[in-house]
């Protein structure tokens, strides 16, 4: 019984199983990763192509879907210019869905990502570095991944 639930746990850990919320607010990147936290979530992180397209899935679900839309992730590069990790695991990037000439780190004062859906400039689920303050959006918090935890 106890194999069977650590094998269970395995799956879920590999298939990326996570529970998506979106709040009904816009805010810059701290406090939306604060009212994650307030919810015991963490702003979401990406870090395959399948965690990507189910990520996409369940935006194309939700009320804040649209032609032209963006959320916040869980990423940044604010620790080091350059160096991109998810807030959720500390882990660096490994899949990356950057948006053509991004990330291009504008004033020197864009370390937080964005994932872009606009039709009309042809970004598609794209990311992009923006200001972490100044900028407010929508955001998608996800589940907490509670092997990442034990780890640390
Ligand atoms: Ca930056
Ligand atoms: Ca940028």
Known sequence: ???LLMLLFIAQAVLGVKKYFIPNIAANWHKAQEFCISLGMTLVSVESLAEH??????????D??????????????LAKEGTYTWVSSARFFTFQNWADGEPNNGNDTEH????????????????ND????????????ESVDSQCIQNF
């Open 64 to 77: 804040k879907f649209s032609n032209a839309t963006r959320f916040w992730l869980g990423g940044s590069d």
């Open 53 to 62: 397209e189910a990520l996409v899935k369940f935006i194309k679900q939700s």
């Open 1 to 3: 019984m106890r194999r």
């Open 112 to 127: 937080c990502i964005e994932m872009i859906h606009n039709i009309y400039v042809n970004r598609v689920w794209q990311w």
């Open 130 to 141: 923006i200001n972490c303050r100044t900028f407010e959006a929508y955001f998608i918090c």
